[in-house]
């Protein structure tokens, strides 16, 4: 399958080695080595906290910074020396969307549009989904709410059909109705064989919309998969109320962390939930619940050090330092 991006030990350093006329020297390494390929038709999620790297990776991609090591190609052209290209064809919504509050809703699409030189094919069907009507587009964009704000900044990203949209938080504001036809919309899209490069920080967002998913910590990769081998690897907690003796689960494989007390057994699951099911098969069981792996577990889990040392950092202000 052909990649709409591809990333070879892309590295972005911000600052200077030695000492600067300024007084402020070293060097920020906002990205390292980073090396991934995005599948054309595919919806890509790049996660990582604040400060990770993900806003640097977008600039990169669109020709907007240059690496300090590695390439990038993005629908198979150079980002070093076709930036304005790259930019025609695809689609961004950047985080936090800035619009000319002295424009209407209608003419500051038109005006994107023409940046694009191409027609906006897509605006009257994404209009009727978020629910933009053409009254409401006639207004100024300095009456619009953030919610609004954040419908145009969708529209304005994918209106003219574009091969790949790079989309950063694109539900931001939005209300949960327009979540789920925002939804609506990415599918659509991926069912036409459109691409879709999306950073979120809403954890079921990603893990509802993408096929796999990309983990950055201080600006390295430290995990991609696809999203159901990642969950797939995650152990589920499971909750059994009995009305009689619980079933032994010592040594059943993928079982860890049982324990029982008053008629309530709790444990962890991971991998084949069949030996499990096995061996609780007869059991007086009253209820039994087994939760859904989640992708907040897999992030978490990935940044568990950084949690770490954020927790070490809060107690000893508490404490009034070492």
Known sequence: MTA???????????????????????V???LTDLSIEVREGEVFGFLGPNGAGK??????????????????RVLGLDTEHDG?????RVGYLPGGIALYDTMSGLDLLDYLCRLYR????????????????????????????RGMR??????????HDPELAILDEPTEGLDPLMQRAFYDILAELKHEGRTT?????????????????????????????????????????????????????????????????????????????????????????????IEPAHLEEAFLEYYAEDLDLADASSGRAAGGGA
């Open 197 to 289: 490069f999306l950073s979120s920080h809403i954890l079921s967002e990603v893990e509802r919309v993408c096929d796999r998913v990309a983990i950055i910590r201080h600006g390295r990769l430290v995990a991609l998969h696809e999203i159901g081998e990642l969950l797939d690897s995650r152990k589920r907690h499971v909750e059994m109320r009995l009305t009689g003796p619980a079933p032994s689960l010592d040594g059943v494989p993928g079982v860890s962390g049982i324990h029982v007390t008053d008629g309530l057994v709790t444990c962890q699951l991971e991998g084949d939930v069949r030996p499990f099911l096995a061996a609780i098969d007869g059991a007086a069981i009253r209820d039994l619940t």
């Open 55 to 72: 806003t640097t990776m977008i600039r990169l991609l669109l020709g907007y910074l240059h690496p300090s090591a590695g390439r990038a």
């Open 28 to 30: 920020i390494e906002a």
């Open 118 to 145: 191409r027609p906006p094919a897509r605006r009257v069907a994404l209009a009727d989904r978020l629910e933009m009507s053409a009254a409401t587009l006639r207004r100024p964009v300095r009456d619009y709410s």
């Open 150 to 159: 954040q419908k145009m900044g969708v529209i304005q990203a994918l209106q």
């Open 4 to 26: 709409a991006i591809a990333t070879e030990g892309l590295t972005k350093r911000y600052g200077h080695p030695g000492p600067h006329p300024s007084g402020v020297g070293g």
């Open 84 to 88: 304005l290209a790259i930019r025609s």
